[in-house]
């Protein structure tokens, strides 16, 4: 495929034209914003615009050594693991038992990828309604085990309940590429695999796991870029952060730093901090996942 | 297949029925709710499996508002519904038009700062809103949007992702064609309307199908920046609903919202679902 | 090694309701140690039938056995058979040498042992210096002998090849079909070897079972296929230029047809309808022979051939190069030898013993 195309239009303005919309847009909402956050991250302000200083790293500084900002760094990292590995997990044996009926696999992916279609906030809602307390069907049944389940008290079980909630909703996403990976190997390797000798499940492990890493590999950069950002409203529905600041993933603690607690110099340095992150992520993805083996 | 026993295929069918359960079962729990009545749930805790009788009252109050047995006043979700609506709307429609027009500029012209252009549009895709919400939201109230469709669509309209889609579309777009339609007289709008666009239809597809889930379940966004109750799209006016604490809530309401807020874009889903599976993994090669 | 028997093998597709047969019982002897090629045009069935042996596809009815033992019911793992597939279906992750041990590895065979095989299969191939490559960095060419010994040092008691030529350019093609042949010499595993490409049959086979349309036309050493086609089918479709084939009316020595008529030296096998068939290299000139009228001549280098009409039936000639050509719009003579002609049946389309 042609990096460049060998032929052009030869106008002048009607390129500036074309681009234009999607110039302005980029500028005014994302380099202000952006150019703004990195400014406001240097200053101290007071929250009622009075007076603004400039304090070089001190914002940042101030972060670093807060524990609840630690504690949320650990709780984001905990919450993104378990939720890339749970959800990839599922996701690959589904696919794997979706790719091998011949009958229905249409039918079963379309019932297991609607999910993608659910707002995370209302995500969050229908799981907290299921472990409300008092009227939830879960809850009930849980307590029926023996299980006492209070999310609104226990910090693990309020973490638990987001993971399932954001576990439940990728599910859909991850299970497509799975899919679609699995589709993509050769039938030709697995027949050879078999005249070879390798039983299914060896096949699995040396032929297609390896030959789907590519995708593993996507999916988990995607995943953990899902946890830290996509999950806002999950958790605003479901916990609010809590109890107590259990369950504030980094982005959620920047938004109410920044809106309910009107720290402004402090929600603007977390911000920045985020876009470090997502860009060392981003980068990840482009250089180890676009290089994707070609065979 | 190589392994033709049977059992195996046997077992990945009930693994795959106990996912679809397992996906399905918060839906059918919804569902559930949303037919019965509030004392049903709250006082006969833990609700009933079975569907209640309560259907068209509930989705009746949900959507047009009214008042509950505790005499507090439920807001109507069906304005809540028009606005996700347009919202939806506009910002699959709006991304999609800017993408393809600058995808269009960037494939088939060479002008000065293109290059630039190409970059900045690329970096967007590293951060996304959530990242840079504060400073946002003052750009947006200085430049007066809170509170209106503008201030709730715009800032979003601006994608990286369907401008590189289109792109890596139009790459692959034989010259042939160009050269053609240039012998034949036509100049580059009308290339464009007449022979990009039609062949473009299957990405405008996939992509519609995916921004309009984005615009519909957008939450952050208008929680910051809608105060008017006339503005909120449903997705983000079912947390208000969520005041009450657990027995305090209409939960079948609620319920019953949650169910009217995943309907269209569920829909959507299931009636393109082969342009939708399509574009999303076209999007991220 | 062993010997390979089919019996009466069928082969039906199922499609919701619809059942497609598309193997009608076929049967066929592989001697131990026998080099068989089964050829025909696409969609014959011979793709299916090999991977029927191999186990890649469910035996619908009859009987297939590798040396005494029925497969039927056996896994491809178990069947002991190793085979080389059309897009050569190299492992892309592993090295050359690991796509080689793989199979070795499953079978738990010792660690020098395998080294010690896959170091002989690559010396016989000539790849020992690719052993750490991927298959990626190879050409078609090598990846085919990667295949090739890979099947090799599995030492199994069969070798399957399907189409393995097929994706190779034609001086590949015909490089890798003398290599194949003196893999055999030395080897000498009992091989079923499927192609569409008639002159792979001819020159590789010991014997050839040539399909069309899910049936076995005729099984025979490649000479017998080519002097003795069985059927119009055979006759056709082995040799290149095809053999002339032409519907006549036989009235004893005379053959009519279209208003013409042509006389033969002897009686016609039987009176009415037939096929006259005649090699196209079996024809020579000769002024009093059967009138033929020149349309087309192509030279090949060594040969010609001439395209024209006898008896209004389109005909080819192959010549000498180093002889007269005639022109288009000639007529010239035809001379064939009565025993170089073949009949066939119109309605059987098979032979018609003489």
């Not at chain 1, 703004?36 to 670093?64: H, K, M």
């Not at chain 1, 991850?174 to 589709?183: H, K, R, T």
């Not at chain 3, 080519?226 to 009235?251: C, D, H, K, Q, W």
Request: proline fraction near 5%; hydrophobic fraction near 50%; aromatic fraction near 10%.
């Amino acid at each position: 495929m042609a990096i460049e195309k060998r032929v052009r239009f030869g106008n002048r303005w009607l390129p500036w034209l074309l681009v234009a919309p999607q110039m302005v847009i980029v500028t005014i909402f994302f380099f202000w914003p952006a150019g703004s956050a990195l400014y406001q991250s240097v200053l101290l302000q007071d929250a009622f615009g009075g007076s603004t200083q400039f304090v070089g790293l001190e914002n940042f500084d101030r972060l670093f050594s807060d524990g609840s900002y630690l504690a949320s760094f650990r709780t984001t990292a905990v919450f993104s693991l378990l939720v890339a590995s749970c959800g990839i997990c599922i996701a690959l044996v589904l696919a794997v038992m979706a790719n091998r009926v011949i009958r229905g696999a249409t039918l079963y992916t379309t019932l297991l990828v609607w999910p993608y279609a659910v707002a995370p906030a209302i995500a969050g809602v229908l799981w907290l309604f299921m472990f409300a307390p008092s009227v939830g069907i879960v809850s009930h049944a849980l307590r029926g085990l023996g299980i006492e389940w209070n999310h609104l008290l226990n910090g693990n079980q309020a973490m638990a309940l987001i993971v399932m909630a954001a576990v439940w909703k990728q599910i859909s996403y991850n299970f497509l590429f799975f899919l679609a990976g699995l589709q993509s190997i050769p039938k030709s390797l697995i027949e050879a695999a078999a005249i070879d000798g390798a039983r299914p499940w060896h096949r699995f492990w040396t032929i297609v796991f390896p030959l789907l890493s590519p995708t593993t590999f996507f999916l988990l950069v995607i995943n953990i870029v899902y946890a830290f950002f996509d999950t806002f409203a999950i958790v605003d529905a479901a916990t609010q952060g809590g109890p107590g600041k259990d369950t504030a993933i980094l982005v959620y603690k920047a938004y109410y730093d920044g809106f309910k607690a009107m720290d402004l110099g402090g929600s603007a340095a977390q911000s920045v901090i985020l876009m470090a992150i997502v860009i060392a992520l981003t980068v990840v993805q482009f250089r180890y996942v676009e290089r994707r083996v070609q065979y | 297949m190589v392994e033709r026993r049977p059992g195996i295929t046997l077992i990945a069918h009930l693994v795959l029925v106990l996912g679809v359960l397992l996906v399905s079962f918060p839906l059918y729990v919804t569902l559930v709710a949303s037919t019965q009545t509030s004392e049903q749930i709250v006082q006969q805790a833990p609700m009933s499996l079975w569907p209640g009788s309560n259907l068209i009252e509930t989705y009746r109050a949900a959507l047009f508002g009214g008042q509950t047995a505790s005499g507090s006043r439920i807001s109507p979700v069906a304005p809540m519904l028009k606005v996700s609506f347009i919202c939806a709307m506009v910002i699959a429609l709006g991304k999609i038009s800017i993408s393809m027009l600058s995808a269009f500029a960037f494939v088939y012209f060479r002008f000065p700062g293109r290059t630039l252009c190409f970059w900045m549009v690329f970096i967007t895709l590293m951060l996304p809103v959530e990242v840079r919400i504060g400073p946002t939201y003052q750009v947006v109230a200085g430049l007066g949007l809170l509170n209106t469709y503008a201030g709730l669509t715009v800032p979003l309209i601006a994608s990286a992702t369907a401008t590189f889609l289109f792109r890596q579309f139009f790459l692959t777009v034989p010259d042939e064609l160009v050269e053609a339609s240039r012998i034949d007289g036509a100049g580059p709008i009308r290339f464009f309307i007449d022979v990009l666009l039609p062949l473009s239809a299957t990405s405008i597809a996939a992509l519609f199908v995916i921004q309009f889930i984005y615009g519909w379940n957008q939450y952050l966004w208008p929680l910051l920046f809608t105060t008017d109750e006339s503005k909120y799209p449903i997705v983000m006016g079912i947390r208000r609903m969520l005041a009450g604490g657990d027995a305090g809530n209409e939960w079948n309401v609620v319920m019953a919202t949650a169910i009217l807020a995943m309907l269209p874009p569920a829909l959507v889903v299931l009636l393109m679902q082969k342009w939708f599976v399509k574009g999303l993994v076209d999007a991220e090669k | 090694m062993a010997a390979l028997s089919i019996r009466d093998v069928v082969k039906d597709y199922r499609a919701g309701m619809r059942v497609n047969r598309v193997i009608h019982g076929v049967s066929a002897e592989v001697a131990d140690g026998e080099f068989i090629v089964i050829v025909g045009p696409s969609g014959c069935g011979k793709s299916t039938l090999l991977r029927m042996v191999a186990g890649l596809e469910e035996i619908t009815g009859g009987q297939i056995a590798i040396g005494q033992r029925v497969v039927n019911d056996i896994e491809p793992a178990e069947r002991d058979i190793a085979m080389v597939f059309q897009n050569y279906a190299l492992y892309p992750h592993m090295s050359v040498f690991d796509n080689m041990a793989y199979g070795l590895k499953i079978a738990r065979v010792p660690r020098e042992e395998i080294s010690v095989r896959v170091r002989r299969a690559a010396a016989i191939l000539e790849i020992e210096a690719f052993l750490d490559r991927k298959p990626r960095q190879l050409s078609g060419g090598q990846r085919q002998r990667v295949a090739m010994g890979r099947a090799i040092v599995r030492e199994p008691q069969v070798f399957l090849f399907d189409e393995p030529l097929s994706n190779l350019d034609a001086r590949l093609r015909a490089q890798t079909r003398v290599e194949i042949r003196k893999l055999h010499a030395e080897l000498g595993v009992t091989s079923l070897f499927v192609t569409h490409d008639q002159v792979e049959a001819m020159t590789l086979a010991q014997r050839v079972i040539v399909m069309n349309a899910g049936l076995i036309e005729q099984i025979g050493t490649p000479e017998t296929i080519y002097r003795a086609p069985e059927s119009t089918f055979v006759a056709g479709f082995i040799g290149a230029p095809p053999m002339n084939l032409m519907p006549v009316r036989a009235e004893g020595p005379r053959l009519v047809r279209e208003s013409c008529e042509l006389v033969l030296s002897a009686d016609a096998p039987r009176d009415g309808e037939l096929i006259m068939g005649v090699r196209p290299e079996h024809a020579s000139f000769d002024d009093h022979g059967w009138p033929m009228r020149v349309e087309l001549v192509e030279l090949l280098g060594a040969e010609r051939l001439i395209h024209g009409r006898l008896a209004d039936a389109p005909f080819i000639v192959r010549t000498d190069a180093r002889l007269a050509s005639p022109s288009p719009g000639q007529v010239v003579g035809l001379q064939i030898a009565p025993e170089s002609l073949h009949w066939f049946d119109p309605t059987t389309q098979k032979r018609l013993p003489t």
